[in-house]
């Protein structure tokens, strides 16, 4: 059995690891256009501040271990699924008996004027990390354009090397798809006291350039923010150009069952090229969580090599981290827009914590500052449980942990 | 398999279990004593906590599950499954991104925020018996073998979803 694993990154490599445990008759064969090793993808913002070393970030057991699995550091370019072969940009096609799409999102870039200027990058993978790693060597300034979780990952990082850095989000407030406005608020607030300037509801109208080298960001509002390093940080697409013509399915993303088949037999997808199905808020969206990432990957791999699986209930809102030194875990949905909804919210001092409920269903959380037990209550909301009389109770524990810290 | 049982009639919530995880944690270069664990700069954590369950005190502690959502979504390579099944986490390679607390349903990941890292149950490979269960004067923490158990026992005691 000739499999092909299009991707090198989280998706790929889980689904990797499943079908070297159960098939040990596989050949393997991964197409990966980011050269090897492979990475954690989340962590290169400390490639920036130097807080992590590129070998720090390295996946401990590299799939190029097992002698089974032939790596060719290359892309695909198209697939043919009637005659089950993937082209590559090298040239040379190759044969698949059952292929995995793994192949991610990209950095979108917008277009306008002054973009292509040096000093201009987007920034998603360890490449261009480390050129920007090199281009902090003399930078006073630099504006980070996208307020949104990644952007402010290397806004602080940015800051920790000493460059003053400026934010940029077009939504009314940072942090759009994890924080509420009271949320996005404090930590907009703590990351001032840091010295990070933060314009919220504007967006970057051109990139300024002298000798076609950028020399600053002139916004929307009509602002100018003098800069030496510009950082666009506004999205990422799936890539999915490359199945154009290959019969597999997409929408905003590629289509999968729950077995993560594609619309074409033998062809599953996993990750953040993938289309989900939100299970609380009902909607289809492009996943974009890392864990997402591994069970669609595990769940792929499981049926690839004949062994029946599904995924689990997805969330598209499922996050965790911790900004200016506040932690915060949002789930669900945190954005309620009608009266179907009831919300409750506690503060103290830098602790706030907001429940959402859908009668006696938890939707949707917040927790920033005191994060304890956060997974306890979200997987109340992954799996849509009915609370009944235990609401109370629930609401009473969760906000009562605030008045006895 | 050897796993942690908890028998919670047994539980009289006298939080013995804590203190010996404390001092079993506790990093220093002599014996690990109370007294150790207490003059520590930073006291360490405890890894399980006894609480109020249905019927009366409980310990509440890591079950290394088998589909471990701590590992799932670990986003930084530091949460692992050891040669002997045991989920545990790699200190180094901890980002303080707290992943592991959004992820466990049995609310058993905490955060040390000083060190800035998760903690969680080792199942304290450096000892024969976990020091919780040595420790516990009731027997309600006692270690069985798994392997040895019915199946719907088996279910209860790991999380264990269908594949
Ligand atoms: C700074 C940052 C912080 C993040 N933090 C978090 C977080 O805290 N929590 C969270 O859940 N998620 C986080 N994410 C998102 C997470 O990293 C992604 O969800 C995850 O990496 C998706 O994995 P993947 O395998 O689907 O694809 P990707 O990681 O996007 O990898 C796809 C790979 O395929 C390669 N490729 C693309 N096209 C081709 C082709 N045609 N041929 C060959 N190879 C190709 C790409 O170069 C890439 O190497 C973060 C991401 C970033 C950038």
Known sequence: ?405 | MEVIYVQADRCLGCKTCEIECRIAHTDTDTENTLFAAVSQLRPPKRRLFVEQGEKGKTPVICRHCEEAPCIVECISGSIYRDEQGFVRRKKERCIGCWSCIMACPFGVVVRDAEAHIAVKCDHCPDLDTPACVTGCPTKALQLVDVDSLPQERRKELLLKKEV
Not at chain 1, 54 to 61: G, K, Q, R, Y
Not at chain 1, 136 to 162: D, N
Not at chain 1, 234 to 259: I, K, M, W
């Open chain 1, 1 to 405: 059995m000739q499999y092909v694993i299009v991707g090198g990154s989280i998706a790929a490599i889980t689904a990797l690891n499943v079908i070297r445990a159960n098939r040990p008759d596989a050949k393997m064969q991964m197409v990966a256009d980011e050269a090897v090793p492979f990475y954690y993808r989340a962590l290169i913002p400390f490639l920036l501040d130097k807080s992590r070393t590129v070998d720090e970030i390295l996946f401990t057991e590299q799939p190029t271990d097992d002698k089974r699995v032939k790596f060719h550091h290359d892309r695909c370019v198209g697939v043919d699924s009637t005659q089950k072969v993937i082209r590559l940009e090298s040239g040379n096609p190759l044969p698949y008996d059952k292929l995995l799409l793994a192949a991610g999102s990209s950095s979108v870039r917008p277009d306008i004027p002054g973009v292509g200027s040096t000093g201009v990058y987007t920034l998603r993978n360890m490449d261009e990390a480390l050129k920007v790693r090199d281009a902090l060597e003399g930078c006073g300034k630099a504006v980070v354009v996208g307020g949104a979780l990644a952007g402010i990952k290397m806004a602080e990082s940015l800051q920790r090397t000493g460059v003053h850095v400026t934010v940029v989000e077009q939504f009314p407030r940072i942090l759009p798809f994890i924080a509420d406005t009271e949320t996005a608020q404090r930590m907009s607030q703590k990351l001032g006291q840091e010295g990070m300037a933060i314009h919220t509801n504007d967006s970057a109208a051109e990139i300024l350039a002298t000798d076609g080298k950028a020399t600053g960001v002139r916004l929307v509002s009509g602002k100018t923010i003098p800069a030496d390093l510009v950082l666009l940080m506004v999205g990422v697409r799936p890539n999915v150009e490359f199945l154009a013509g290959s019969g597999v399915d997409t929408d905003l993303a590629v289509l999968t069952d729950q077995e993560m088949q594609t619309s074409v037999p033998d062809i599953y997808a996993a990750g953040d090229m993938v289309q989900i199905h939100d299970a609380v808020t009902g909607e289809d969206v492009i996943s974009g969580l890392w864990g997402n990432a591994v069970h669609m990957g595990r769940t792929a791999g499981f049926n690839m090599s004949g062994i029946k699986a599904v995924v689990p209930p997805f969330l598209s809102s499922f996050n965790s981290t911790e900004i200016a030194g506040l932690p915060i875990i949002s789930a669900g949905l945190i954005h309620p827009q009608s009266e179907q909804y009831t919300v409750y919210t506690e503060a103290q001092g830098e602790n706030y914590r907001k429940l959402i409920f859908d009668k006696d269903r938890l939707v949707g959380m917040i927790f920033l500052g005191d994060i304890t037990k956060a997974g306890v209550y979200i997987n109340l909301i992954r799996n849509r449980i009915a609370l009944g009389e235990r609401k109370d109770a629930l609401i009473r524990e969760v906000m009562s942990v605030l008045s006895t810290l």
